[in-house]
């Protein structure tokens, strides 16, 4: 999946997570954190300049995407918001978590790859979920192509209502 699908993901979640009454500071805050947790399985990518192969534990689409990545993620930001004094630890973390496992959620929904390791780190084996709608993002600046732009708007389509529910304006206090 292209980055643009994982962002709407983390723009929707930010306007869930400020809710409808929040300043547009908070509000953009919380989008651009959530989109960056939407993002972050995908920090793998540095594999490829330390010649790890896509298919190892630690490749791409490997170990970032599990579940045990998920939790780990979502209870580092509990963590650090308990510390921090912040309220809301838990349903921050939950939510956090929840934004990081949709990462690998729609990447399975792809037509190419290896698929995603869920079950890192008892088992290396990556799957595909059986309905895969979302064509596979050219990797690198690949991206920057009629493919890589074809596969952006596809996404864009696709994820239509929570693009424009999390953009929609919201009403004057």
Do not use: C, N
């Amino acid at each position: 999946m292209a980055s643009v699908g994982h962002v709407i993901v983390g723009l929707a979640a930010g306007r869930l997570w400020a809710g409808p009454e929040a300043k547009t500071s908070r509000l953009v805050g919380a989008m651009m954190g959530f989109s960056a947790l939407s993002l972050a399985p995908d920090a793998d990518v540095i594999a490829f300049v330390f010649d790890i192969p896509y298919a190892d534990a630690f490749g791409h689409r490997g170990a970032s995407h599990s579940v045990v990545f998920a939790l780990a993620v979502g209870a580092l930001v509990g963590l650090l918001t308990r510390l921090r004094g912040g309220e809301g630890a838990l349903s921050l973390a939950a939510l956090s978590a929840a934004v990081v496992a949709s990462h690998p959620l729609l990447d399975a929904m792809t037509t190419g790859g290896l698929g995603v390791a869920w079950a890192w780190p008892w088992s290396t084996e990556r799957a595909f979920l059986p309905w895969r709608p979302i064509p596979v993002s050219p990797i690198g600046a690949g991206f920057v192509s009629a493919r890589g732009l074809k596969v952006a708007v596809t996404e864009v389509a696709q994820l239509a209502p929570l693009w424009l529910w999390a953009l929609w304006p919201r009403r004057a206090r």
